[in-house]
């Protein structure tokens, strides 16, 4: 694994190597960390601006796939019972 730059990244990293149950709960681990490092007094840098912005618009995503692998998951199952 490559060394992370801002501590926050490590929940996001987790997120994203998640087991599918376990992306939700993720994502909101992220989402926190993500929150409480822009609550900070030090203000982030412009690159780390830049890096929360993807890090927030990836965990969008990554929710998005997740609900998409589930909905597929749920109707396989209904298809086969």
Do not use: G
């Amino acid at each position: 694994m490559s060394e992370l730059t801002y501590l926050w990244q490590k929940f996001v990293l987790e997120a994203f190597m998640a087991p599918i149950d376990d992306i939700p709960l993720r994502i909101n681990a992220a989402q926190k960390a993500i929150s409480a490092r822009l609550r900070d007094k030090r203000q982030p840098d412009a690159y780390e601006h830049i890096a929360l912005r993807q890090a927030l618009n990836s965990l969008q995503f990554l929710m998005a796939e997740c609900r998409r692998a589930k909905s597929r998951t749920d109707q396989n199952q209904r298809d086969t019972a």
